[in-house]
C-alpha cells in the first residue's frame, strides 16, 4: 500500500439501486485503505439523500474545482467524458469504473473493484495519454467547454435539411460535405460517433485525427485520417441558417457565418490502465470480433 495518504475525487450519475453495490465497494476500497475521498456535490446528495448512504468524505465539490491524486468515475462512458472535461488540464489520472454499458473509457467492471482498486493503492497499474481537441469558432465564442476527448461535431439542427461544410486542412481546401453533419474525432473517439458512422478505428496511441461525414449525400463521400497536428477548419451553411457544435455530446446552437477552428489541445487525459489490460483484447471481446454467432 503506499506510504503516502492518497486523495480521489469521485463523479457519478443516477442509477438504479442494483448497481449501489458498485458505489459500496468503491467506498469501502478507498475507506480501508484510509484515503481521502472528495464527491461532487450533486452525486454526494443523490448518494445520501435518494440512496441513504453513509458516505464518509473529506469534502464535497462543484465543476473542476478538487485538488487530488486520483478522479474516479462511476457509470458509462458519458460520466467518464464528464468527468475528463472536468479535470481538464489538471493533467489528474482518471479511473473509469462501468456501471453503463459497453464502457471503452471506464473499463473496470463491478466484479473486479477490490482487485482494481488494491492494485491501483500499491502502485500497480500504467497511464496512458489521449490526445484532446479543441473547437473555436470565429466572432462569436462558445459558450460550453471546447475540449473533447472524443469527438467534435457539426450537425444539422431537428429536421432540416442537410448543412454544407466546407472543410480545409491546414488552409488547403478538402472538400465540401454535403451531409447531416461531419465529425472530427480523436483515437479514443474512433470507436465511438465515428464507428457507428462508418469510420475508421484508430489505436489510442496514433497521433492521428479521423474527418467523418454523417450521412453524406455522396456514396463518393469517405472517411479520411489526417495528423492530429493538422489545423481543420469549417465553414457551415444551412437553409435554416443555424447548426449545431456538440463537443462531446455538449451541443450549442450557432448561427452560420462564423468558421470554426479544430485542432489539438495543449494538455492530454490520462487514463490509469491495470497493468493486465491490453488494447486489442479489449476490442475483440467489446466488438465480440471472431465470435461464432451460429
Request: charged share 20%; with cysteine; proline share 4%.
Amino acid at each position: 500500500m503506499s506510504q503516502r495518504k492518497l486523495r480521489f475525487a469521485l463523479f457519478g450519475k443516477k442509477f438504479q439501486e442494483n448497481k449501489l453495490l458498485a458505489i459500496r465497494k468503491i467506498l469501502d476500497c478507498l475507506s480501508f485503505s484510509q484515503a481521502d475521498i472528495y464527491i461532487e456535490r450533486d452525486f454526494y446528495h443523490y448518494l445520501c439523500s435518494t440512496l441513504h448512504l453513509n458516505v464518509p468524505v473529506q469534502g464535497v465539490f462543484e465543476r473542476g474545482y478538487f485538488d487530488v491524486d486520483f478522479v474516479v468515475s462511476v457509470g458509462g462512458d458519458g460520466t467518464f467524458l464528464r468527468a475528463a472535461s472536468q479535470v481538464g488540464s489538471k493533467g489528474t489520472p482518471i479511473i473509469g469504473v462501468n456501471t453503463g454499458r459497453l464502457g471503452f473509457l471506464a473499463d473496470v467492471l463491478p466484479g473486479e473493484i477490490e482487485t482494481a482498486f488494491s492494485e491501483i493503492l500499491c502502485g500497480n497499474y500504467s497511464i496512458e495519454n489521449h490526445s484532446v481537441i479543441q473547437v473555436t469558432a470565429e466572432g462569436d465564442p462558445l459558450t460550453g467547454n471546447p475540449y473533447a476527448l472524443n469527438d467534435i461535431a457539426v450537425l444539422k439542427r431537428d429536421n432540416a435539411s442537410m448543412i454544407s461544410v466546407r472543410t480545409c486542412v491546414n488552409g488547403e481546401y478538402l472538400v465540401t460535405y454535403q451531409a447531416d453533419g461531419l465529425l472530427i474525432s480523436t483515437p479514443t473517439g474512433s470507436t465511438a460517433y465515428n464507428l457507428s458512422n462508418g469510420g475508421p478505428i484508430i489505436v489510442p496511441n496514433a497521433h492521428n485525427l479521423c474527418i467523418t461525414p454523417v450521412a453524406p449525400h455522396s456514396l463518393n463521400i469517405r472517411p479520411i485520417v489526417v495528423n492530429d497536428d493538422c489545423v481543420v477548419t469549417l465553414e457551415v451553411e444551412s437553409r435554416s441558417r443555424n447548426f449545431l457544435v456538440a463537443v462531446d455530446g455538449r451541443s450549442e446552437k450557432r448561427l452560420q457565418g462564423s468558421a470554426l477552428t479544430i485542432r489539438k489541445a495543449p494538455f492530454d487525459v490520462r487514463i490509469v490502465k491495470r497493468s493486465n489490460q491490453r488494447y486489442f483484447s479489449t476490442l475483440r471481446e467489446k466488438m465480440m470480433w471472431g465470435a461464432d454467432q451460429r
